[in-house]
């Protein structure tokens, strides 16, 4: 069902981008290598921060290098490395790295999606006139925009 809304969302708007949440991403990869965080072993440990940082990787060459180290390790078994490199075919869906060169208010987990939605609920209630909410919306839209100002200016300038 979720491929279906992806596919509506892509006819009705074109030109978005869909992004999956590193977060969600993230708790994959830990229940994948929970293994790796077991015992006193430093290697392994190491390894495992090594997986579950792959999606909140700055830069592509860290990211890239970060990869290419896991994917070379011994302590890694051969099912959980394909794993990986299923993931990593998306990686510009989920890696902060490659979800830079597009506008996404600095979002790359859902967290602050949910957040804004748990916030919109405090301001929409059965009793709540529509055109109240779309004013209480438009105000933390603004305040939103203003945060994010520096890249509101970089999307405009990449328009340009």
């Known amino acids: 069902m979720t491929c279906f809304k992806i596919l509506a969302i892509k006819k009705v708007f074109p030109t978005s981008k869909h992004f999956l949440c590193a977060w969600h991403i993230q708790q994959g990869f830990k229940k994948k290598n929970c293994f790796l965080n077991k015992g006193n072993v430093s290697d392994k440990k190491e390894l495992y921060q090594r997986i579950i940082q792959?999606?909140?990787s700055e830069y592509e060459e860290d990211f890239d290098e970060n990869f290419k180290e896991?994917?070379?390790?011994?302590?890694?078994?051969?099912e959980h490395k394909s794993y990986l490199q299923k993931k990593a075919k998306e990686k510009k869906n989920w890696a902060k790295c490659f979800m830079k060169n597009y506008f996404c208010c600095g979002m790359c987990t859902s967290s602050r999606?949910?957040?804004?939605h748990r916030l919109y609920k405090r301001f929409l209630k059965s009793s709540t006139h529509l055109i109240e909410f779309f004013k209480v919306l438009r105000e933390?839209?603004?305040?939103?925009?203003?945060?994010?100002k520096d890249e509101v200016t970089k999307l405009k300038k990449q328009e340009a």
């Not at 933390?140 to 994010?148: D, N, S």
Request: hydrophobic residues 45%; without cysteine; charged residues 35%.
């Open 140 to 148: 933390l839209e603004e305040i939103e925009i203003f945060q994010f």
């Open 54 to 56: 792959l999606p909140f």
């Open 113 to 116: 999606i949910e957040s804004k």
């Open 70 to 78: 896991i994917i070379e390790s011994e302590q890694k078994k051969i």
